[in-house]
């Protein structure tokens, strides 16, 4: 078949059985509502043996966390194909990811990547970019014992109707992860279908702050090889930025600010009790890529975003039987409360948080009363970073 282009510069702008048993439960159910619930651009489905599934379909695979600027580039290209096909543009996600699962199955948390997005921040991501539908397919023991070439007759042929594939340049899929771009190009050939590959999306190495830590000889060697090909936007990439604070970089590698979004959710209001009220949103995963104290801007609550300090991850200081205990949570203080939202007002509503800068990592407070004053700290600490760049 054909090479897609490599792109660079800007962004543009019944199931396998057993299946359903992950999608039993509410949060999930709520998160991916199959029925265009959250927004009116785009289907969700689970699985793919439903009426409102499209007939046929240009589609491209992956896990797609962060849907960052490669993977826009790819949606721009793939939401073309489909056009010209006269078909539908669509994404084939899995949840959990793959590594999650296997990181279950052999008992090592260390196999499982560091989560960019939320489920529920996927599919919005993924309707922004103007995806016509979404299939979200649990991966579990029996997707991952698939061979290639029933993945490909079962799921892409029988069950999706596929007419164009396009895959990244790094695409491997099956049992053993044995079927790659050849696999799957050799089957279009005999089933009758388009595969394209995609190279690798770049940005220039400039434009990305390397922490000033990273000088290792592999880092260095790592370097060296970017520089002479661009940056390979990738999630590892983003997750890596995360991690290590660099929100601009962040940014620039997503192509927007760092965002988590979901429902206000209550808590144990202690942080009301301190003279602070918090917006509680919990991260539906065990370990998010980023971790730490926040200068945020808040969206969803006022006419213009309201800014705000964050503490994102497990809050040490709190007492761990509080009803939010052993979650990760995103809890926000907006520096000026809406006098309109009352003290309950933010309860249910949907938010999106910008995570715009790190403060610092997470810390353990020995008392309430230096909670307290490392929580004013902050806030200062906040104010005084949006005045110089707000």
């Given at each position: 078949?054909?090479?897609?282009?490599?792109?660079?510069?800007?962004?543009?702008?019944?199931?396998?059985?057993?299946?359903?048993?992950?999608?039993?439960?509410?949060?999930?159910?709520?998160?991916?509502?199959?029925?265009?619930?959250?927004?009116?651009?785009?289907?969700?489905?689970?699985?793919?043996?439903?009426?409102?599934?499209?007939?046929?379909c240009?589609?491209?695979?992956?896990?797609?966390?962060?849907?960052?600027?490669?993977?826009?580039?790819?949606?721009?290209?793939?939401?073309g194909e489909?056009a010209?096909?006269?078909v539908?543009?669509?994404?084939?996600?899995?949840?959990?990811h793959?590594?999650d699962?296997?990181?279950?199955?052999?008992?090592?948390s260390?196999?499982a990547?560091?989560?960019?997005?939320?489920?529920?921040d996927?599919?919005?991501?993924?309707?922004?970019?103007?995806?016509?539908?979404?299939i979200?397919?649990?991966f579990?023991?029996g997707l991952?014992?698939?061979?290639?070439?029933?993945?490909?007759?079962?799921?892409?042929?029988?069950?999706?109707?596929?007419?164009?594939?396009?895959?990244?340049?790094?695409?491997?899929?099956?049992?053993?992860?044995?079927?790659?771009?050849?696999?799957?190009?050799?089957a279009?050939?005999?089933?009758?279908?388009?595969?394209?590959?995609?190279?690798?999306?770049?940005?220039?190495?400039?434009h990305?702050?390397?922490?000033?830590?990273?000088?290792?000889a592999?880092?260095a060697?790592?370097?060296?090889?970017?520089?002479?090909?661009?940056?390979?936007?990738?999630?590892s990439?983003?997750?890596?930025?995360?991690?290590?604070?660099?929100?601009?970089?962040a940014?620039?590698?997503?192509?927007?600010?760092?965002?988590?979004?979901?429902?206000v959710?209550?808590?144990?209001?202690?942080?009301r009790?301190?003279?602070?009220?918090?917006?509680?949103?919990?991260?539906?995963?065990?370990?998010?890529?980023?971790?730490?104290?926040?200068?945020?801007?808040?969206?969803?609550l006022?006419?213009?975003?309201?800014?705000?300090?964050?503490?994102?991850?497990?809050?040490?200081?709190?007492?761990?039987?509080?009803v939010?205990?052993?979650?990760?949570?995103?809890?926000?203080h907006?520096?000026?409360?809406p006098?309109?939202?009352?003290?309950?007002?933010?309860?249910?509503?949907?938010?999106r948080?910008?995570?715009?800068?790190?403060l610092?990592?997470?810390?353990?407070?020995?008392s309430l009363?230096?909670?307290?004053q490392?929580?004013?700290?902050?806030?200062?600490?906040a104010?005084?970073?949006?005045?110089r760049?707000?």
């Amino acid at each position: 078949m054909r090479q897609a282009p490599n792109e660079r510069g800007s962004a543009l702008g019944d199931n396998i059985q057993g299946f359903n048993d992950y999608f039993a439960s509410p949060a999930v159910r709520a998160s991916i509502a199959y029925s265009q619930k959250d927004n009116k651009s785009m289907k969700v489905f689970r699985g793919f043996k439903h009426p409102g599934v499209a007939t046929a379909c240009a589609l491209t695979i992956g896990n797609f966390d962060g849907v960052h600027r490669g993977h826009q580039a790819m949606l721009s290209l793939l939401r073309g194909e489909a056009a010209q096909r006269g078909v539908a543009s669509c994404v084939l996600t899995f949840e959990p990811h793959p590594r999650d699962f296997f990181a279950a199955l052999y008992h090592q948390s260390d196999l499982a990547p560091a989560r960019v997005g939320t489920l529920r921040d996927k599919l919005e991501d993924l309707a922004t970019c103007g995806v016509d539908q979404t299939i979200v397919l649990p991966f579990d023991a029996g997707l991952a014992g698939l061979s290639p070439q029933a993945f490909i007759q079962d799921v892409l042929v029988s069950g999706l109707g596929v007419r164009y594939v396009l895959v990244g340049d790094d695409f491997r899929f099956g049992s053993k992860r044995a079927g790659d771009y050849a696999t799957l190009d050799a089957a279009g050939d005999l089933l009758g279908f388009d595969v394209a590959r995609m190279n690798s999306y770049e940005i220039s190495y400039r434009h990305v702050q390397q922490p000033e830590a990273a000088q290792s000889a592999e880092h260095a060697t790592r370097r060296a090889s970017d520089t002479a090909h661009g940056l390979r936007v990738s999630s590892s990439a983003v997750r890596q930025a995360l991690g290590e604070g660099r929100m601009q970089d962040a940014a620039r590698l997503l192509g927007r600010p760092y965002c988590i979004s979901g429902h206000v959710v209550h808590g144990r209001k202690l942080g009301r009790t301190l003279g602070f009220k918090t917006l509680n949103l919990r991260f539906a995963h065990w370990n998010p890529a980023a971790s730490g104290i926040f200068v945020v801007l808040v969206h969803g609550l006022a006419e213009k975003p309201l800014r705000g300090v964050a503490n994102l991850g497990v809050r040490p200081s709190i007492d761990p039987n509080d009803v939010n205990g052993g979650r990760v949570l995103l809890e926000t203080h907006c520096l000026d409360w809406p006098d309109a939202l009352g003290a309950e007002g933010a309860y249910g509503k949907i938010i999106r948080v910008e995570l715009l800068h790190k403060l610092h990592d997470e810390l353990k407070y020995d008392s309430l009363d230096a909670l307290t004053q490392g929580i004013h700290r902050d806030c200062d600490d906040a104010r005084a970073w949006l005045e110089r760049r707000i």
